[in-house]
């Protein structure tokens, strides 16, 4: 196996445990998962779950506050870095 096959494979086991972690402690909803909750619902969940559990062992000003899932990456300029003066509605939300 490759990098590459052990990755896919970790995450395919991962998304199934946590499945049914969830769905166990969750009954209510057993199978509602699929119908009721999008994938980017599913996943934003799941990372907030992630950062809940790593902010427990973090200093007040290294915890994580907020964040936001893209779907495409930032636009770079030359060197790489982040064109991040197209992107003001991070730093104020009320500019679009």
Do not use: C
């Not at 779950?49 to 893209?70: C, G």
């Amino acid at each position: 196996m490759d990098k590459k096959e052990i990755e896919q494979y970790v995450t395919q086991v991962a998304r199934e445990v946590l499945t049914q972690v969830y769905q166990h402690i969750n009954p209510k909803i057993e199978g509602a998962i699929n119908d009721a909750l999008s994938a980017e619902a599913w996943t934003n969940m799941l990372i907030k779950k992630e950062i809940e559990k790593a902010n427990r062992s973090l200093p007040v000003f290294k915890k994580i506050s907020d964040f936001t899932v893209r779907s495409e990456p930032f636009e770079k300029n030359a060197q790489q870095k982040i064109r991040r003066f197209l992107y003001k509605s991070y730093e104020n939300p009320e500019v679009k």
